[in-house]
């Protein structure tokens, strides 16, 4: 498990924000290692992986030894890797009901958001959306940095009106809401 899923789901709220549909994996890239970036200043443990080469290069960019379009780069080459394939697909290997974006990788180098990503983005729950996939994102790095080890347990506490899904079905739980 790695926090990959919290950085993509805040760069794609980040930029459907922006009424964006397509966006390519350079784009995609800087506010996505962004995220990484941040939150290895608070936590350096963002995967229960012991090596990440991606993670790496964040650490490398927090200590300026890369500039930004090296990071951006280094994201492109490793940071996609599974996340993108990984973000529509629940803890038990079912996808999810909504999709929020089409991978376009192979043809385009890039991702088509959806409609119903680019509604949620910009309808009522657009300014909590990033606050909770955050506060997730907390609470799954000081787990891992208490060495806590599976969260579970805590669910229902942190949940509330997600009925305990994780934080990649956010997003979808509140598409049906909004039906």
Not at 20 to 33: D, H, M, N
Request: include cysteine; aromatic fraction near 6%; hydrophobic fraction near 40%.
């Amino acid at each position: 498990m790695a926090s990959y899923k919290f950085a993509l789901g805040q760069a794609l709220l980040e930029l459907a924000a922006r009424q964006q549909t397509f966006v390519p994996l350079p784009e995609l890239a800087v506010p996505y290692a962004a995220g990484l970036c941040e939150h290895l200043q608070v936590e350096d443990r963002q995967s229960t992986s012991a090596q990440s080469q991606f993670l790496d290069a964040c650490r490398s960019r927090n200590r300026g030894d890369l500039d930004a379009a090296q990071l951006a780069e280094a994201a492109v080459r490793l940071g996609f890797a599974d996340v993108i394939d990984a973000f529509h697909v629940s803890r038990g290997g079912q996808p999810t009901p909504t999709r929020f974006f089409v991978d376009e990788r192979a043809s385009r180098q890039g991702i088509t958001l959806t409609d119903r990503l680019l509604e949620l983005a910009n309808g009522q729950q657009a300014k909590v959306l990033p606050l909770e996939v955050d506060a997730r994102w907390n609470l799954v790095q000081l787990s891992w940095g208490l060495r806590l080890g599976p969260i579970t347990g805590v669910r229902d506490a942190v949940s509330g009106h997600q009925d305990g899904r994780s934080a990649e079905l956010l997003i979808s739980r509140s598409c049906r809401r909004r039906r």
